[in-house]
């Protein structure tokens, strides 16, 4: 079993940088693939990037290509996604995800969720 906490979220101008983590408990943090996903108010659930658990492959939706960084620091058990060049369409709730395929861009192929945390950009 794995347990997701996110962190990290907050205000930002447009252009500025925002660095958001997902912290996770137990043993098997490693083992799991992991991926960020966020989501607007009125919008559907968007895949944003993901990270392989051994080779730290990525792969990155088009839009955030080029701005964002995805990570993971499995000594510590958590997961970075460094937020460049924020743009204002860049608001929304940001979720982390922990599952056994990789690359996953849909949320139903993941196995555990963090609650979230807010990233909200400001014209």
């Known amino acids: 079993q794995v347990q997701l906490i996110e962190s990290g979220g907050g205000l930002v101008q447009a252009g500025g940088s925002l660095r958001v983590s997902c912290a996770a408990s137990?043993?098997?943090?490693?083992?799991?693939?992991m991926g960020w996903f966020r989501q607007a108010p009125g919008k559907e659930r968007e895949f944003v990037a993901a990270?392989?658990?051994?080779?730290?492959?990525?792969y990155y939706t088009d839009s955030v290509k080029g701005r964002f960084t995805i990570s993971r620091n499995n000594a510590m058990k958590t997961m970075y996604l460094q937020m460049n060049t924020l743009k204002p369409e860049d608001t929304a709730v940001y979720l982390c995800?922990?599952?056994?395929?990789?690359?996953?861009?849909?949320?139903?192929?993941?196995?555990?969720w963090g609650q979230g945390t807010q990233v909200t950009v400001t014209s």
């Open positions: 995800a922990a599952g056994s395929i990789f690359p996953a861009t849909r949320g139903g192929e993941y196995d555990y």
């Open positions: 137990g043993r098997t943090f490693s083992t799991y693939h």
């Open positions: 990270i392989s658990w051994n080779l730290g492959m990525t």
